[in-house]
């Protein structure tokens, strides 16, 4: 494949943060469907008649893998500016899914924002999840800023 033209555009740099956010976009859509799949329908869901709520620490187990794959994107940015394009580009995947989701009627997306509020599904919700991406992405930085100065100073 022939990039040329878009290389006298943009620049190595440029292509590169848009090769990361695509990617944020990707991998946070992809693990936000497995862990539903995988975590919510196959585990959480067949135990269910068995409990009145469902206990906090499956819902930790559930966002788990989501949280974990923020905080990794977090740390390959290379700046807290870089960190906003990357939270808003995971926020929107994960909408897209919950949309499909409620779409297709999966399991638990039958009461969904998607349905009942769709304008504050897409501004209010997307806003606060972004912002939530943005929290656990800057966590991710922290550490990963934290460990490069203090293995530099060292």
């Given at each position: 494949m022939n990039d040329a033209p878009f290389n006298k555009l943009l620049s190595a740099l440029e292509i590169s943060r848009i090769k990361i956010v695509i990617g944020s976009f990707i991998s946070v859509g992809l693990v936000e469907a497995l862990s539903d799949y995988l975590i919510y329908i196959q585990v959480i869901l067949p135990m269910l008649p068995e409990?009145?709520?469902v206990p906090v620490f499956w819902w930790l187990v559930l966002f788990s893998p989501l949280i974990a794959v923020c905080i990794?994107?977090?740390?390959?940015?290379?700046?807290?500016?870089?960190i906003v394009p990357l939270a808003i580009s995971a926020?929107?995947?994960?909408?897209?899914?919950n949309q499909i989701a409620a779409i297709l009627n999966l399991p638990g997306h039958a009461k969904s924002w998607a349905y009942e509020a769709?304008?504050?599904?897409?501004?209010?919700?997307?806003?606060?999840?972004?912002?939530?991406?943005?929290?656990l992405m800057?966590?991710?930085?922290?550490?990963?800023?934290?460990?490069?100065?203090?293995?530099?100073?060292?």
């Open positions: 409990v009145q709520a990794v994107i977090g740390g390959l940015s290379k700046s807290v500016k870089g926020s929107i995947s994960m909408h897209l899914y769709p304008l504050k599904f897409w501004s209010i919700g997307l806003g606060l999840q972004a912002m939530f991406c943005f929290l800057l966590i991710g930085y922290a550490i990963v800023t934290y460990y490069v100065h203090r293995k530099v100073s060292t």
